[in-house]
């Protein structure tokens, strides 16, 4: 066999291995896709029982869902270590090529670390759980908790009245009506037509007479002003439109939350 010869099949040995340890992880991902509905749901379920208590939180531990799902692989304590020890249908060999790809070596017999398996689901799980619609879905630092928070029916804040475009007062809304017909030259009611020439000509007047000083309380060397008012002497001074009121302004060491678990799950 010559050098090329033996250097394809070489490469064709390889490419079969790969395809078959691709098939192993495909397993894995399939079974894996189960386990994590089944986790939603337990987490989904606990949730509502917290909610049917009136509160308004949860912070529930991915070990204790995963006990709860038969499925999820077990774990034994070996010389202190959390180590998975059974896969049920699947086996270490399909998730270490889930984890680490089909290109990697597997050896035979290797034990898998129980928080290992956890921490490769972790974050699947809790993209999945962003789908429920919590308010907040936080994993508490150095643990396996995971803690959600939402509002009960009712807990929402009343909406900002002028927010929502309410009418105003029936004063406001006088007074604005009142100050825009003046602006626009909109003719009065009768009531105020009549008695407006009076109030003119009762304003006008002390300002005529205001004009001209009387002749003995004229000073020496000062001249006397003109009768005739200048455009802004006498004019009565315009009121301003009323102000609108402003409106209202884990992971933990496995080993401490395993302790209180006895042992395997």
């Known amino acids: 066999m010559s050098f090329a010869e033996a250097l394809t099949q070489i490469v064709a040995t390889k490419r079969r291995e790969s395809e078959g340890h691709e098939k192993l992880a495909e397993r894995w991902r399939a079974k894996e896709d189960q386990l994590l509905e089944q986790l939603v749901v337990a987490y989904k379920n ?30 034994v304590i070996t010389d202190g270590t959390y180590m ?16 680490h790809g089909a290109s990697a070596n597997w050896v ?19 993209e999945r759980l962003k789908i429920l619609g919590f308010d907040t879905l936080t994993r508490e630092s150095g643990t396996w908790k995971v803690t959600a928070t939402w509002r009960l029916p009712g807990d929402a804040a009343p909406q ?20 825009g017909q003046a602006a626009h030259g909109s003719k009065p009611p009768n009531g105020a037509a009549a008695q407006a020439p009076a109030a ?38 315009e009121e301003g439109a009323p102000t609108e009121a402003g409106g209202p ?14 042992g395997a799950a």
Request: hydrophobic fraction near 30%.
């Open 200 to 237: 003119n000509n009762m304003a006008s007047a002390p300002a005529r007479h205001a004009d001209v000083a009387p002749a003995h309380a004229q000073q020496p060397g000062k001249r006397q002003r003109s009768p005739t008012p200048t455009p802004t002497e006498g004019a009565p001074t």
């Open 249 to 262: 302004s884990e992971p933990t060491e496995l080993a401490g939350e395993g302790a209180s678990d006895g």
């Open 160 to 179: 900002n009245s002028s927010a929502n475009g309410a009418k105003p007062a029936n004063g406001a809304a006088n007074g604005g009506s009142a100050h």
């Open 84 to 99: 998975v020890k059974d896969w049920g249908d699947c086996s270490a060999e399909c998730w270490f090529y889930a984890r």
């Open 46 to 75: 606990r949730c509502l029982r917290e909610a049917e208590q009136l509160r308004h939180s949860a912070s529930i531990s991915f070990t204790t869902l995963c006990r709860d799902v038969d499925d999820v692989p077990r774990h």
């Open 108 to 126: 035979a017999g290797s034990p898998v670390l129980y928080a290992e398996l956890l921490e490769s689901m972790m974050p699947k799980f809790l």
